[in-house]
């Protein structure tokens, strides 16, 4: 053992002289290429050639000036990273040979390289010598082999064997594990790795940490995997001799690899190069990936999104994990597990947090408290510390979006638009804010793809209590609650007001004058009755949000909120709305939606920043003066009879009600095909009357979304409708003739949801058209149906499919079954049906079944 260390010390002295003598061939191969580069751009007088010359040399230069300034202690200690930088600037050279490259790919290669720069620069803020890695690994093998405590899984974990692991056919799969922190991904990746891995010739399981590169996944997959010779150094390889030896020695092999904690920096794709092509296989394999994020590999996928766990699911791991710690079988009286099931509601289903909670009250009771008195209160201080590095990770730019979630109430399901409109009020940028934050699993979105713009999102209840701890801490959030739990702050920005059911007394407005948003949760009246002095604090308020409080009235004092740019006063139980609120003109959000028959003063044609109007069901005094809101982007819901429009330049969404057959949509749909980025159409009908043909569609030809809700006699026809459209919802529609030999033939079409919209028995779906490009197929509330026929091959993109309340539908087509990019299929029907469609075996090949009861 005494011998052991200098040895090491001298085998590391071999390899860095090794490999820095590597790393000076390839800086002298780089430069060589870079004059090789200058000398062609001398030659050739084309832009594009020039272009992409001066790209490969700006990549280059910049690579080798990183490398050379590196010290050589740090090569020795970022050798590993070294690598993969190596390898990237190799490819660079590559493609040098190559004048078909975009400037898109090589932006591809230049992200990549400074991933790589950044992930050295970071690396090693806990530093630790070879000694302590290796114990690392032994501590985390001797941690793997130790029985987990799991609940919830079993279900899927037999559902993925089966269709994963023990399936027959000769394919290869990469499927990832998704979900947020602390969620369970390892516990179900583990289960199914001992479930299955003797299925397969060969097997290995990588633990990816922070700082790995792709070289050390690539030497940890060999070493398991492949039986090597003593004398055969995989450190002095390179990441593409690796490669070859890894592909080889699986090449004809069935396999089962896991690489659990997939970090955003890897790469996939130079994984995916060690192992043998895809496709070209005629064996078993599969690559099983767990993540926090979005995994998007060049081939087609799956992706297992994890769940939260529900009430009794959450008091069983509670219970598994106190067994464990106090080897004792605990026993409970129901209305003492009735208190500890209540307790553990505050975890909301997250592992992570139920385990702490477990640990800390088998701790205490081991010291000898009593149980009646640990479910009293709960501490989940320790549970939002194990969440924290989600937040640590989050790039400065995304940090402000998640905060400002805080805003938001316990729980909610946050609309897009309101979402957006509050994050624009702070300068943030919607689409990049929740593409990262969803890509994280940090939040999680109901209606994916770009095809949809009416998301919905949802914030796992203990990430929101996060996200008001770093708030409080960072951009000055103070919550003021009528139940006493009061946390104020001194340089208040952000005030958050709840309001329950008790005596509620007037909040000062003392040292309001900083705040720059204003948001009320709860109910109640309180602010009926508020003195027009209550708003003068608030004179730099951006946000006031009202939503569901239950006001009656507003105050003409609102008006002295110059700077207001969003105002939410949604699902109230406003009157009127003051004649004052047309002096906001900085305001660029207004939803009074939901606020029956609420009266409109001719007032908004005032607000000339305005660029989102939401109402619904609300008397104009005047018809609206649309055409001098230039800014304006999305107005819905108006009455048609209310809506004067020809030069709204910006609109790009537009919902208009009360339709009848008497109503001129013709007229409109010219006036919309004018605007340049109009998209979006939804269409309500009047009452129970008929909404006339919409055969004149067809000149918005940049429509992409269509909502229609109410009576429609027909469809207009496939060759009357925009092509470009890509999402569909039919509501109410009550056709008499089955849609489908019309829609099918919408060759962009990704998104069709049909909810009473069809009073016949049988839909057709042909392989002539067979909707070319659906992903997603909703029908609910077809009651008459009786029978869905799919030709063979028709909608084989389809990649979810919701049937829910259609009562007749007894049967599901056979085709469902080679339907091979099907992974979801959910179903709400009778006992009976529910049985009926389990027993029929077409559903047993894809990934989620839910079909209920």
């Known amino acids: 053992m005494g011998n052991s260390i200098p040895l090491r010390q001298k085998e590391e002295e071999n390899f860095t002289k090794s490999y820095c003598r ?84 090589l932006n591809y290669l230049e992200d990549e390289i400074k991933v790589t720069k950044m992930r050295m620069t970071r690396f090693g803020a806990d530093e630790k010598n070879t000694g302590d890695k290796e114990e690392e690994e032994e501590e985390e093998e001797e941690e793997e082999e130790e029985e987990e405590v799991m609940v ?112 955003e920096e890897i790469n996939l794709k130079y994984i995916l190069k060690g192992l043998p092509s895809r496709g070209l296989t005629e064996t078993r394999c599969l690559l099983l990936l767990t993540s926090c994020y979005e995994i998007r590999p060049t081939d087609a996928y799956y992706t297992y999104e994890m ?34 099931k209540e307790m553990l509601k505050k975890c ?63 729980n909610a399901i946050m609309r897009e638009e309101k979402l957006k409109q509050i994050w624009a009020a702070n300068g943030l940028d919607f689409e990049k804010g929740i593409k990262d934050l969803a890509h994280r699993s940090i939040i999680e979105v109901f209606v994916k793809g770009f095809h949809m713009r009416k998301r919905k999102c949802h914030l796992n209840p203990l990430l929101h209590m996060l996200s008001i701890r770093k708030a409080e801490e960072e951009m000055g959030l103070e919550i003021l609650s009528s139940n006493g739990n009061i946390r104020p702050s001194q340089n208040a920005r952000h005030r958050v007001i709840h309001r329950g059911r008790e005596k509620f ?25 508020a003195s027009s002095s209550y708003w003068e604090s608030f004179e730099r308020v951006k946000i006031l949000d009202m939503e569901d409080f239950g006001v009656k009235t507003l105050s003409d004092s609102i008006s002295t909120l110059i700077e207001l740019i969003y105002l939410g006063l949604r699902n109230n139980y406003l009157q009127e709305i003051p004649h004052s609120l047309g002096g906001l003109k900085k305001l660029e959000a207004l939803d009074i939606a939901h606020n029956f028959m609420v009266e409109v003063p001719d007032i908004i044609w005032e607000m000339n920043s305005l660029r989102h109007l939401h109402m619904s069901n609300v008397i104009l005094q005047k018809p609206l003066k649309v055409d001098v809101l230039l800014n304006l982007e999305t107005l819905a819901y108006i ?124 839909m057709r779906v042909t392989l002539s058209y067979g909707f070319f490009g659906l992903e997603v197929l909703c029908i609910k509330d077809l009651w008459n149906l009786r029978k869905i026929q799919v030709e063979e091959y028709a909608m084989w993109r389809v990649e979810e499919i919701e049937i ?50």
């Not at 040399?57 to 590993?80: A, C, N, P, Q």
């Not at 799969?173 to 790795?193: E, Y």
């Not at 003593?230 to 030896?245: A, P, T, V, W, Y």
């Not at 007394?505 to 009755?529: K, P």
């Open 307 to 340: 769940k939260v766990l529900d009430y009794d699911k959450s008091w069983q791991l509670f219970l598994k994990t106190v067994d464990k710690i106090t080897s004792v079988e605990n026993r409970f009286s129901k209305n003492l597990e009735k208190k500890g």
């Open 804 to 853: 829910s309340n259609c009562p007749h539908l007894e049967t599901l087509p056979e085709e469902i079954q080679k339907m091979s990019k099907l992974q979801k299929f959910k179903m709400v029907t009778t006992k009976h049906i529910a049985t009926k469609i389990r027993n029929s075996g077409l559903t047993s090949e894809i990934f989620e079944v839910d079909i209920y009861p």
């Open 505 to 529: 007394n007037y909040f000062t407005n003392q040292d309001s004058e900083q705040l720059l948003s204003l948001i009320f949760h709860g109910g109640g009246g309180y602010l009926d009755n």
């Open 152 to 263: 919830g899984l079993e279900e899927n974990v037999k559902k993925l064997v089966k269709r994963a692991i023990l399936k027959n056919s000769y394919d290869s799969k990469i499927m990832c594990i998704k979900g947020m922190i602390g969620i369970g991904k390892t516990t179900l990746a583990r289960q199914l790795f001992k479930a299955g891995a003797s299925q397969f010739q060969r097997h290995a399981w990588v633990c990816i940490s922070g700082d790995m590169s792709n070289k050390e996944i690539l030497m940890k997959l060999i070493q398991q995997i492949v039986v090597c010779r003593r004398d055969l150094s995989l450190e002095e390889m390179d990441n593409r001799s690796l490669q070859r030896l890894l592909r080889r020695h699986l090449q004809g092999l069935s396999y089962f690899i896991v690489l659990d904690n997939m970090p």
């Open 639 to 762: 009455s048609i009879y209310d809506l004067h429009m020809s030069n709204v330049i910006e609109l790009l969404t537009l919902g208009i009600e009360e339709v009848d057959e008497n109503s001129d949509l013709g007229t409109l749909f010219e006036s919309l095909a004018k605007f340049p980025n109009f998209d979006e159409l939804s269409v309500r009908g009047f009452r129970f009357r008929s909404m006339p043909c919409l055969d004149e569609i067809g000149v918005i030809g940049r429509l992409e979304v269509l909502k229609l809700d109410g009576r429609i006699g027909k469809l207009p026809s496939a060759d009357n409708t925009p092509q470009n459209i890509r999402c569909i919802t039919l509501v109410n529609t009550c056709l008499a003739e089955d849609p489908m030999p019309i829609l099918e033939k919408l060759e962009s079409l990704t998104y069709l949801k049909l909810q009473n919209a069809y009073t016949g028995r049988e």
């Open 22 to 105: 590597s790393i000076n061939i390839v800086e002298a191969a780089v430069l060589g290429k870079i004059q090789d580069f200058e000398s062609m751009h001398a030659i050739h007088t084309d832009y594009w050639t020039r272009s992409l010359l001066e790209k490969k040399i700006k990549i280059l230069k910049e690579m080798l000036d990183f490398t050379r300034d590196l010290k050589m202690e740090e090569r020795s200690r970022l050798k590993y990273l070294l690598a993969d930088l190596v390898e990237l600037a190799q490819e660079v050279i590559d493609v040098g040979y190559s004048f078909i490259l975009s400037i898109r790919e």
């Open 348 to 410: 909301w289903g997250l592992p992570i947090a139920i385990i702490d909670v477990a640990r800390q009250k088998a701790k205490q009771r081991l010291a000898g408290a009593k149980w009646e008195e640990l479910f009293d209160s709960i501490d989940l201080s320790g549970s939002l510390k194990l969440l924290e590095p989600m937040y640590f990770k989050l790039d400065e730019e995304f940090k402000p979006h998640f905060l400002l979630l805080s805003l938001f109430k316990e």
